[in-house]
């Protein structure tokens, strides 16, 4: 069986050696999705020092892009949002921060409620307060 690996033009580069995705038959595996955009080291709604220490976060912002990043690859590879059946969501901030995350959640999910996990962790590769690892079917 062939595995294909997926890269996406819309999505943020990635920060490590490994592809936006990898397809196996009709499944198709996301690497963990951040809110950054593609071609800068800009994160929406988060503030950072110089020494690239956040000042102030905005997590709605960070959701919004996020929930963008993971539809561009989605696309890319040929499936879609519908086609989403399990996420694991890593929150750095799960008290203030889950309300929130959770209200545009469902939103964004209202006709699709794929199966969901949410952790909080100390912190993530860059300076973002939330990401998101996909599972879904093409």
């Given at each position: 069986?062939?595995?294909?690996?997926?890269?996406?033009?819309?999505?943020?580069?990635?920060?490590?050696?490994y592809?936006?995705?990898?397809?196996?038959?009709?499944?198709?595996?996301?690497?963990?999705?951040?809110?950054?955009?593609?071609?800068?080291?800009?994160?929406?709604?988060?503030?950072?020092?110089?020494?690239?220490?956040?000042?102030?976060?905005?997590?709605?912002?960070?959701?919004?892009?996020?929930?963008?990043?993971?539809?561009?690859?989605?696309?890319?590879?040929?499936?879609?949002?519908?086609?989403?059946?399990?996420?694991?969501?890593?929150?750095t901030?799960?008290?203030?921060?889950?309300?929130?995350?959770?209200?545009?959640?469902?939103?964004?999910?209202?006709?699709?409620?794929?199966?969901?996990?949410?952790?909080?962790?100390?912190?993530?590769?860059?300076?973002?307060?939330?990401?998101?690892?996909?599972?879904?079917?093409?």
């Open positions: 069986m062939t595995i294909d690996r997926i890269e996406s033009n819309k999505a943020p580069e990635p920060v490590g050696l592809p936006h995705a990898r397809k196996i038959g009709n499944l198709l595996f996301l690497s963990g999705v951040g809110p950054r955009e593609r071609g800068t080291k800009k994160i929406p709604g988060v503030e950072l020092t110089e020494d690239g220490i956040i000042i102030s976060y905005d997590i709605e912002a960070q959701c919004h892009s996020v929930f963008r990043n993971v539809k561009y690859i989605l696309e890319d590879a040929g499936s879609s949002w519908q086609n989403i059946v399990d996420v694991t969501v890593y929150l901030n799960m008290k203030d921060d889950f309300p929130i995350y959770n209200k545009l959640w469902a939103e964004y999910f209202k006709d699709n409620l794929p199966c969901r996990t949410t952790l909080e962790i100390n912190c993530l590769p860059t300076p973002i307060g939330i990401e998101l690892k996909v599972i879904a079917t093409i």
